[in-house]
Nanobody
């Protein structure tokens, strides 16, 4: 059984920072790309960031580039999303996801495992 559990969300003022964490259990994810997605009310789930298994190759959505950073600690089976300079437009439920494949992918359907999601609310 694969489990992904997000933590670190909450309410923050515009311009503030949050760090999301994703704990993976049930199997090792050293060889799997991991991703973060988000879904705002009434909108489709969208790609935020993804990281290759080694941690050396990442991809970040244009909307968060320069503000969000994805990282991972394979020894701890953890993936992180550091979010800086947050704006109300970043308000959404954020999801951690893991692929079975070997490459980074921006499509939600490419990810087999998902966390339950965590709310991030940015007030103006």
């Amino acid at each position: 059984q694969v489990q992904l559990v997000e933590s670190g969300g909450g309410l923050v003022q515009a311009g503030g920072s949050l760090r999301l964490s994703c704990a993976a259990s049930g199997r090792t994810f050293t060889g799997n790309p991991m991703g973060w997605f988000r879904q705002a009310p009434g909108k489709e789930r969208e790609f935020v960031a993804a990281i290759y298994f080694s941690g050396g190759n990442t991809d970040v959505a244009d909307s968060v580039k320069g503000r969000f950073t994805i990282s991972r600690d394979n020894a701890k089976n953890m993936v992180y999303l550091q979010m800086n300079s947050l704006s109300p437009e970043d308000t959404a439920v954020y999801y951690c996801a893991a692929r079975r494949g070997m490459n980074i992918d921006k499509r939600p359907l490419a990810y087999a495992y998902w966390g339950q999601g965590i709310q991030v609310t940015v007030s103006s």
